[in-house]
């Protein structure tokens, strides 16, 4: 699990390097997502109850770039259609929408994406660490890496369709704080 968290991050470095900037964008919208303690039960074993993951605080950090599409008013963050990669107990998402209220962008701190690359990411680096940008699928585009052991740690930027290889590496070449 490690090596492939690193080759991710590797590969989302080497595209943060080639990429450029563009305007800045500063609006943002932020969520907590609820933890809620889960008991599954299995017909072949007994219940088991599994903690749920404390709830990460909100990152000292933010893009300073983002994709054009992203409009400056933010509606609030319960407008967002949440999905699999906003859905995950325990993170905070930071998002951002189109003009139709879509989702363009979020940022997850304490989860990388929860589905596997549909091709070879590359490697990149992002604050410093290596990372991974690719594609995951129905036209989302990922960045992940992560800065620790813990799961706090761990980042995930995902790019809704319209997005591209060039886009994700421009935003997560503005993680700079």
């Given amino acids: 699990m490690f090596a492939v968290r690193a080759l991710c ?11 450029t900037t563009a305007g800045e964008r500063t609006t943002t919208t932020t969520a907590t997502l609820p933890v809620t303690a889960t008991t599954t039960t299995s017909p072949a074993t007994t219940p ?48 951002w929408t189109d003009e139709s209220g879509s989702p363009a962008l979020v940022m997850v701190r304490g989860g ?22 690719g594609p995951l699928n129905d036209g989302v585009w990922a960045v992940a890496w992560f800065e620790g052991p813990d799961r706090c740690d761990e980042y995930s930027l995902i790019l809704y369709p319209p997005a591209d290889a060039a886009t994700a590496q421009m935003v997560a070449a503005s993680l700079t704080g």
């Fill in 9 to 19: 991050v590797f590969t989302l470095i080497l595209a943060l390097a080639a990429c």
């Fill in 48 to 95: 088991s109850t599994e903690p749920p993951p404390e709830t990460c605080d909100p990152p000292g950090f933010l893009p300073t770039v983002l994709p054009e599409r992203v409009i400056d008013d933010q509606p609030d963050v319960s407008a967002v259609p949440l999905d699999e990669f906003t859905l995950q107990p325990g993170t905070i998402v930071t998002g």
């Fill in 112 to 133: 990388l994406p929860p589905t596997r690359w549909t091709q070879t990411p590359e490697e990149i680096e992002v604050r410093g660490v290596t990372g991974a940008v």
